[in-house]
Nanobody, 123 residues
Framework: QVQLVESGGGSVQAGGSLRLSCAAS????????MGWFRQAPGKEREFVAR????????YYADSVKGRFTISRDNAKNTASLQMNSLKPEDTAVYYC????????????????WGQGTQVTVSS
């Protein structure tokens, strides 16, 4: 079992930055691929980014590529999502998730989820 807790959400103006963190506890964090997803009101949950357990491979949704950076610190059992050049369409609840699979981008392939943190970007 892995417990995940997100933090760092908030409100920011367009063009601003936020850094989300995900603290993990439970089973060996370093063996899991970590992902970030988001869900806007009335929309399905969508993939944002993922990072493999060694941190050697990352992948981003086209909508955030070049603006968001995912990272992890296995020694501290944390994963982060640095979000720059934020746009109003980035407004959503952001979730971190963990999976024992290598490179999934589908939410159903993730086993553990945090409770989510709200990000609101105003124009």
């Amino acid at each position: 079992q892995v417990q995940l807790v997100e933090s760092g959400g908030g409100s920011v103006q367009a063009g601003g930055s936020l850094r989300l963190s995900c603290a993990a506890s439970g089973r060996t964090f370093s063996k899991y691929t970590m992902g970030w997803f988001r869900q806007a009101p009335g929309k399905e949950r969508e993939f944002v980014a993922r990072i493999r357990w060694m941190g050697d491979s990352t992948y981003y949704a086209d909508s955030v590529k070049g603006r968001f950076t995912i990272s992890r610190d296995n020694a501290k059992n944390t994963a982060s999502l640095q979000m720059n050049s934020l746009k109003p369409e980035d407004t959503a609840v952001y979730y971190c998730a963990a999976t024992s699979l290598l490179e999934p981008t589908t939410s159903t392939l993730y086993d553990y989820w945090g409770q989510g943190t709200q990000v609101t970007v105003s124009s």
